[in-house]
């Protein structure tokens, strides 16, 4: 159980358009969803919270009108990255929590691979 | 400065034997502390969490916490070719910070036959 989907796996867009992905939990409800972005070779680094009928909460030095977050529903939540530049490139993760566990109960979507070219 | 820092390695052993992964974090006030496996091209993986001071093991894992040096180890007992990964540590600062995790840039472990 607890498992966490990511569509696209991965994507290739050109420099100024926009894509949508997508992290839906299958087989549970998550209130709360995360969404991580990772450069090769660095670390995770949480973009936003983002609550199922609430606006997204972005971290520091993350642009919320470049990186629309969307929690319409307690099984889906979607990244728009908005006219994406090849700075956008990277690996894009989210995760969820179960309704009713430990917000630290987190499970991770396989990621997301995007190139902007 | 960075929040959690870990040495980045590569930590290499032999089959068989413990391998030590280290973290540090600069928050004084956090309470909660995770352990992550991230193979190459793979999201992060839950190994271990540790929320009180001292050890937590879990089968050849182990989590040791020290609130006051501000460190948490984990060690794997009988180390496997397949535990070759990164291995990430992540600290959540606790009070409003629901559920945010702070992650260190990882130790890349290699463990050969």
């Known amino acids: 159980g607890a498992v966490v989907s990511q569509h696209p796996s991965w994507v290739i867009c050109k420099s100024g358009t926009s894509v949508k992905i997508e992290c839906r939990s299958l087989?549970?409800?998550?209130?709360?969803m995360f969404w991580y972005r990772q450069f090769p070779k660095q670390s995770l680094m949480l973009m936003a919270t983002s609550n199922e009928g609430s606006k997204a909460t972005y971290e520091q030095g993350v642009e919320k009108d470049k990186f629309l977050i969307n929690h319409a529903s307690l099984t889906l939540s979607t990244l728009t990255v908005t006219s994406a530049h090849p700075e956008d490139s990277s690996f894009y993760i989210c995760?969820?929590?179960?309704?009713?566990?430990?917000?630290?109960?987190?499970?991770f979507g396989p990621g997301t691979r995007l190139t902007v070219t | 400065q960075k929040e959690v820092e870990q040495n980045s390695g590569p930590l290499s052993v032999p089959e068989g034997a413990i391998a030590s992964l280290n973290c540090t974090y600069s928050?004084?006030?956090?309470?909660?502390f995770f352990w992550y496996r991230q193979y190459s091209g793979k999201s992060p993986e839950l190994i271990m969490s540790i929320y009180s001071n001292g050890d937590k093991e879990d089968g050849r894992f182990t989590a040791q916490l020290n609130k006051a040096s501000q460190y948490v180890s984990l060690l794997i007992r009988d180390s496997q070719p397949s535990d070759s990964a990164t291995y990430l540590c992540?600290?959540?600062?606790?009070?409003?910070?629901?559920?945010?995790?702070?992650f260190g840039q990882g130790t890349i472990l290699t463990v050969h036959p």
């Open positions: 928050d004084r006030g956090s309470q909660s």
């Open positions: 087989d549970f409800q998550a209130t709360t």
């Open positions: 995760s969820a929590v179960p309704v009713g566990r430990s917000e630290y109960e987190q499970y």
């Open positions: 992540a600290v959540n600062a606790g009070g409003t910070s629901y559920g945010k995790l702070t």
